[in-house]
């Protein structure tokens, strides 16, 4: 595991509603351009649909790069970027939240662990969630409970324990059951890794990072 801060690629995805009642139609925005959009209808490969164009029922009214709006079972819904709706409702907003870049072009993030207040970097080259074992002490967690491994630190290789976090928050995001690691020395700061940010889309814009929950 490598506590490295790795620059992190612009993503822009669709938004994705997973299940739907029988009949209903379902629709997520995946791109959008002046007369065309690119959408995925119930859950089908992404295509291109230009104005007046229908396909499985729904038909593409109007489009620019801000919004795309469908007539849907004779109801007309109007949709942004990464939204989603079903049987033409609505789909919830999805949670989301906004770092702004130190002057090193590193992200932190103010959250907490299991209810416990943790200031995060967030850390594309970590696999998962990773503290040391005075912060995992602090936070009164059993950690050496947890399948013991060896991680390799700019000290060399440190003893280290597998856990899982209950709780994890970072602005209005939280999540359940979140993989993390407990290294017992060479960590200075907690690090937001991949197991959270797996579950999120993350766009990049110039200092910017905004961290938007999939699921």
Not at 83 to 108: E, I, K, N
Not at 133 to 149: F, M, N, P, T
Not at 157 to 170: E, Q
Request: proline share 2%; glycine share 12%; charged share 15%.
């Amino acid at each position: 595991m490598a506590f490295k801060q790795k620059s992190i690629a612009l993503i822009i995805a669709a938004g994705w509603l997973g299940c739907t009642a029988a009949g209903a139609v379902s629709v997520s925005v995946a791109g959008l351009f002046k007369d065309k959009a690119i959408v995925s209808i119930d859950g089908s490969k992404p295509r291109t649909l230009s104005i007046g164009q229908t396909v499985n029922g729904v038909r593409l009214l109007a489009a620019d790069s801000d919004s795309a709006s469908f007539d849907v079972d004779g109801k007309r819904r109007t949709l942004h970027m990464g939204q989603s709706f079903a049987g033409g409702s609505a789909a919830a907003a999805r949670q989301s939240v906004s770092l702004t870049a130190d002057a090193r072009g590193h992200f932190s993030a103010a959250g907490s662990l299991n209810g416990y207040p943790v200031s995060f970097l967030v850390d594309t080259g970590a696999t998962s969630i990773a503290i040391n074992a005075a912060e995992a002490k602090r936070i009164g967690l059993d950690y050496k409970s947890g399948q013991a491994v060896g991680v390799g630190t700019a000290a060399g290789m440190v003893p280290a324990w597998r856990v899982k976090f209950a709780t994890v928050k970072v602005g209005s995001i939280t999540l359940n059951h979140v993989d993390g690691l407990v290294v017992e020395s060479g960590l200075n700061v907690p690090l937001l890794g991949l197991s959270f940010l797996n579950r999120m889309e993350m766009k990049r814009d110039g200092q910017t990072m905004t961290l938007i929950q999939r699921y």
